[in-house]
């Protein structure tokens, strides 16, 4: 099948169009994907679907074996039947094969969704069954869409929030939905009697997460300290923080120091005017504007082309991810 969908996409596709046969759902951002899967179930089985027709297994645990068999036949007390195969990648060439084979056999009366936790199909067994299925890249929601995404959990909470509010949420919390939903959750359990959320309510209550972090990380690599720098890359990894976040984080940071210096070389120094300009909550800019008197011109140009290499070798798998941050820190610094 032609192309690949992204969340958007792929949601007006179901809605307008109904299901295909067979989808792989890949990426990092697993609550996109639950939502998508939550669609294709709703629109294939129907609302009140029964359970004994929505069949979920895992790769790591059965292979591909435990979802051969339920390709055969009806579903109980309906003709369609919804199987569901999560973190396919680990399956072995052969088993690849195997199941382009299956994919091959289903009739209109079955759906298929795998399920893979990679960023990308690059280089990876996945290309193998890209051809016949539905392939749709779940990559993490645009700032824009994030906003949408943030003010519309609050409202189904009960819940209205100022777009300041909204911009501050993002920057202490990152772009992690389930983190966004976790403290949205947090916040309204807090303000319980209060109707609309402020970025005080946000200061005061939500944690402080990735952003934050790699913030600091920011900072240290500003001031070429390169052992705290290490030292806080390390733990951000043993965190569980994804080096692809860290890396998006590292690009968005340096992109707003090289858009701040581009400001002042324009004859702009309003403060306000740029913070707002750039999205950059106010409370942080002093820290974006010193850092940015730290790199030169040409410097932040050479880093930035730096991050966008390391994103790359991120995704096509060529090179292990902590020495290649390790790499790129030694290198943003010297």
């Given at each position: 099948?032609?192309?690949?969908?992204?969340?958007?996409?792929?949601?007006?596709?179901?809605?307008?169009?109904?299901?295909?046969?067979?989808?792989?759902?890949?990426?990092?951002?697993?609550?996109?994907?639950?939502?998508?899967?939550?669609?294709?179930?709703?629109?294939?089985?129907?609302?009140?679907?029964?359970?004994?027709?929505?069949?979920?297994?895992?790769?790591?645990?059965?292979?591909?074996?435990?979802?051969?068999?339920?390709?055969?036949?009806?579903?109980?007390?309906?003709?369609?039947?919804?199987?569901?195969?999560?973190?396919?990648?680990?399956?072995?060439?052969?088993?690849?094969?195997r199941l382009k084979k299956f994919i091959a056999t289903l009739t209109p009366e079955t759906?298929?969704?795998?399920?893979?936790?990679?960023?990308?199909?690059?280089?990876?067994?996945?290309?193998?069954?890209?051809?016949?299925?539905?392939?749709v890249n779940l990559l993490p929601l645009r700032e824009n869409e994030l906003s949408r995404f943030v003010t519309g959990e609050f409202r189904k909470l009960g819940k209205e929030i100022t777009p300041a509010a909204v911009e501050t949420l993002l920057f202490m919390v990152g772009s992690q939905m389930s983190d966004l939903i976790?403290?949205?959750?947090?916040?309204?359990?807090?303000?319980?009697?209060?109707?609309?959320?402020?970025?005080?309510?946000?200061?005061?209550?939500?944690?402080?997460?990735?952003?934050?972090?790699?913030?600091?990380?920011?900072?240290?690599?500003?001031?070429?300290?390169?052992?705290?720098?290490?030292?806080?890359?390390?733990?951000?990894?043993?965190?569980?923080?994804?080096?692809?976040?860290?890396?998006?984080?590292?690009?968005?940071?340096?992109?707003l120091l090289w858009q701040i210096r581009g400001y002042h070389k324009s004859g702009i120094h309003n403060r306000d005017r740029i913070a707002r300009e750039l999205r950059i909550y106010s409370k942080y800019f002093p820290e974006y504007q010193a850092q940015s008197q730290k790199w030169d011109s040409l410097h932040l140009r050479r880093a930035l082309g730096k991050l966008h290499r390391a994103d790359r070798q991120l995704k096509d798998g060529s090179t292990s991810p902590k020495i290649m941050l390790d790499i790129l820190s030694y290198e943003l610094i010297n």
């Open positions: 099948m032609a192309g690949v969908y992204y969340y958007q996409q792929i949601l007006r596709e179901i809605k307008e169009k109904g299901v295909s046969k067979a989808y792989l759902l890949f990426g990092e951002e697993s609550l996109l994907a639950e939502n998508v899967l939550h669609l294709i179930r709703e629109k294939f089985l129907g609302k009140a679907d029964p359970e004994m027709n929505y069949f979920v297994r895992y790769a790591t645990e059965t292979g591909i074996d435990a979802i051969i068999p339920l390709g055969s036949g009806g579903g109980l007390f309906s003709d369609k039947k919804l199987i569901v195969l999560k973190e396919v990648h680990v399956l072995k060439k052969a088993e690849m094969e759906c298929l969704v795998l399920m893979s936790s990679v960023a990308s199909t690059y280089q990876t067994r996945l290309k193998l069954i890209e051809p016949v299925v539905t392939a976790s403290q949205i959750n947090h916040i309204t359990q807090y303000f319980t009697d209060k109707e609309t959320i402020e970025p005080e309510d946000i200061e005061q209550v939500a944690s402080v997460y990735v952003t934050q972090d790699v913030f600091e990380l920011c900072r240290l690599i500003g001031n070429k300290d390169f052992e705290k720098a290490l030292f806080t890359l390390h733990n951000l990894l043993d965190s569980g923080v994804s080096p692809q976040q860290i890396t998006a984080q590292l690009l968005r940071h340096f992109s």
